[in-house]
């Protein structure tokens, strides 16, 4: 199994649009499933009109009875108008809390043989019990964030606080971003940087809101889309049955060095 966590720390919006941007454009034949796990409440129920159930509540209620199978996981999907595959959380915060409780417990002896699991954690500024054990059994983490220095730095604050808690720590920046990846790689202790381009239309068919020309299954290519296949190919680099995750290393000899500037700025914006 590979699970693979996407999330984003204060005022970096775009870790669900990215998740499902994950699903649509994973190279090759596997097509991963989605599972909203954002404390606050799930937004796809709302955005592409689906029913409450199945999803996060009876997947929870049935992983007490018979652990976290991927069989039992494909029980309660549904299916997005592109054709992903997802767990669909209650829009309601409190539900979600609790559905993501009762959960927690199975992650440690879950059994998803091959599946690809793409878990949508939204955001990442407090960490509970139940996200912990989520972490835990997670082999990749992909913060997402904007460009901006502000950005930036409350991004390196997750990356520092979540970097022993996961094996594979990686960026992906939406937008503009006056740093070269090598220098974000570096400065927020990543294994890997990835830049993501705004693309509005694209983001707007992946938040449920068909564009009048281009509907899915989004056959167009896309920037958006081209970048996260991209983002798709590093991960599936880094993943257990591709290679395992190597020790994280502190940059050395020239990226040491380029690290010092945009280092410098956020160890500014922190203090």
């Not at 693979?4 to 720390?9: M, P, Q, R, Y």
């Not at 983002?231 to 049955?241: F, I, Q």
């Amino acid at each position: 199994m590979a699970v693979i966590v996407v999330g984003a720390a204060k005022g970096s919006p775009g870790a669900s649009t990215s998740a499902l941007a994950l699903a649509a454009a994973w190279p090759g034949d596997v097509q991963p499933l989605v599972l909203e796990a954002d404390a606050g409440g799930g937004d796809a129920l709302l955005r592409f009109g689906l029913r409450d159930s199945p999803g996060l509540v009876s997947l929870a209620a049935a992983s007490r009875r018979a652990g976290l199978t991927t069989a039992l996981l494909r029980k309660h999907v549904q299916r997005l108008p592109g054709g992903v595959e997802m767990v669909v959380a209650p829009a309601e915060s409190a539900q979600c809390m609790a559905a993501l409780d009762a959960l927690s417990p199975a992650w440690a002896e879950a059994e998803l043989d091959d599946a690809l699991l793409i878990v949508d954690c939204g955001g990442l500024g407090v960490v509970g019990p139940s996200a912990e054990k989520l972490l835990s059994a997670s082999d990749v983490l992909v913060l997402v964030t904007a460009g901006s220095v502000e950005a930036l730095a409350h991004t390196a604050e997750a990356a520092a606080r979540l970097r022993d808690r996961v094996g594979t720590l990686v960026v992906a920046v939406v937008g503009h971003c006056p740093w070269p990846t090598a220098e974000v790689e570096a400065a927020l202790g990543a294994d890997a940087c990835l830049m993501l381009p705004h693309d509005p239309p694209t983001a707007a068919l992946l938040r449920g809101r068909p564009a009048p020309r281009n509907r899915w299954p989004l056959k167009p290519r896309r920037p958006l889309l081209d970048a996260v296949r991209r983002l798709a190919l590093e991960l599936r680099r880094r993943l257990p049955e591709q290679q395992a995750p190597a020790d994280h290393q502190p940059p050395t000899g020239d990226g040491a060095a380029e690290q010092t500037n945009l280092a410098t700025v956020l160890r500014g914006e922190l203090t």
